[in-house]
């Protein structure tokens, strides 16, 4: 289950797992109200932002209200997730997913500060796009050279109706969508894809250096989400 074809640790079903216990935690607590008066749980929201809870860009990417919101999430997860990791390493996948879903959380910072309100996002669907985008940019990359990555109709349609869908939920966050899709187009342009005959010095530099970083980001969030449920220490800010 976590261990991918190639002997890798498999980050679709670390990511599918940790979104489904996040959800499970939140349903036991009973969180309920406005969305400003549950920041504490994770949920993005610009105000909280600017006043220092800087971690909401990731864990936010994590938490779910409704079944139906983690049940698209997820299938969609794992339908572009298994198609990634036939073409990159799924320490790429892992990396996509974090950087996205904080330049998502971007994103929608900036739409807020443009209109002048206090927007509250949550969800995985801004990771999920940039997903997407890797597919989509290292398609683009490749053809410019000569090489296309191998999809098939079959396997891409799926993909391309579950991300739909999600785009035209009621109360989407359409401005996350398109900038997690963006930052996965230029990861996919960036990184080079496991179709190679040989992996380059560079790229494995970078993906080493992304993965700890991102890695860093993902511990040290959650580790002052945690910090605050047991101290309010943000509360302060």
Partial sequence: MFRTDRGEFNWISFLLLFNIVIFSIYLLLGASGPLDEVNIYGIFNAAAV??????????SNFLHFEAWHIFFN????????????????S????ITYIVSGIIS??????????????IASLGASGAVFGLLGLLIGGTLKTNRYGTSLPFSTESFIPTLVLA?????MPN????????GLIAGILLGFLFENNMLAKTSQRDLKLESFMYIFTIGIFVISYGLLIANLLTGFAEKL
């Fill in 164 to 168: 739909v869908l999600i785009a035209f």
């Fill in 74 to 89: 997820m299938m969609a997860l794992f339908q572009i997730g298994n198609l990634i990791q036939e073409f990159y390493s």
């Fill in 91 to 94: 320490k790429k996948l892992f």
């Fill in 172 to 179: 989407v966050n359409w401005v996350a969508h398109i900038f």
């Fill in 105 to 118: 959380g971007i994103g929608t910072l900036i739409y807020a500060n443009a209109l002048n309100e206090n």
């Fill in 50 to 59: 600017k006043e220092g809870y800087f971690w909401l860009f990731l864990t």
